[in-house]
């Protein structure tokens, strides 16, 4: 009998996982937990509603919406100049670049740009608390009192937590030599952690200044 030829078989090659980086996960679920806490202090707020119509009332027109208004605003335009920083890290691009006759900002720059803005909300929200102090309004006043300026600062110490992210990205920037992937991730990360606190700041400008 002749020998009889077996056809060969080849094993599928497999085909390369793109896993997610492990710091932009853990952000995620870190930033799932800080939902929950900012729940508790909408909570707060919702609960005051119901139980001191009254106060709330009186408290609320003591409350200056333009100027939230305004301040709002720069903080939401820092989203978008953040974002534009990313972009330029996706683009492995840390600093201005010139091309065309076209200048094109970095990631350093927008990022010194959101970083501005977002130290003119912080000091808009601290010259508001001022304000209210002089009309009569200190923490210590009422309940109203005590859940704004609690609700307000801790959200304030998240954007100084994010101003001091921007410049330990920006440091990193100028200390590499490469600018890489690696730091691409971080910018990211960071812009993760901004766009989180500047939703939240809506939500509680919402429920703060409009909820009557």
């Not at 001022?130 to 210590?140: D, K, T």
């Not at 590499?176 to 509680?204: G, P, R």
Request: charged share 10%.
């Amino acid at each position: 009998m002749g020998n009889v030829t077996t056809p060969a078989t080849y094993a599928p090659v497999p085909r390369g996982i793109k896993r997610p980086d492990p710091v932009a996960v853990g952000t995620i679920v870190w930033l799932g937990s800080e939902v929950m806490f900012f729940a508790g202090l909408f909570a707060i707020y919702f609960t005051l509603r119901s139980t001191s119509p009254e106060l709330w009332a009186a408290r609320t027109d003591l409350l200056n919406v333009p100027f939230a208004l305004v301040n709002t605003l720069i903080l939401i335009a820092s989203s978008f100049t953040c974002q534009a920083g990313v972009f330029a890290a996706e683009r492995l691009q840390p600093y201005t670049t010139h091309a065309d006759g076209k200048r094109k900002w970095g990631m350093v720059e927008w990022f010194f740009l959101t970083f501005a803005l977002g130290a003119v909300f912080v000091a808009g929200q601290v010259w508001e608390y001022s304000q209210l102090v002089m009309e009569g309004m200190p923490i210590s006043a009422d309940s109203y009192a005590s859940a704004f300026y609690l609700t307000t600062g801790f959200h304030a110490l998240h954007v100084t937590g994010g101003l001091i992210a921007f410049l330990l990205v920006i440091g990193r920037a100028y200390a590499v030599k490469n600018f890489t992937a690696k730091e691409e991730t971080t910018a990211i990360v960071v812009s993760y952690y901004w766009h989180f606190v500047d939703v939240v700041w809506i939500a509680l400008f919402l429920v703060i200044y409009f909820l009557k």
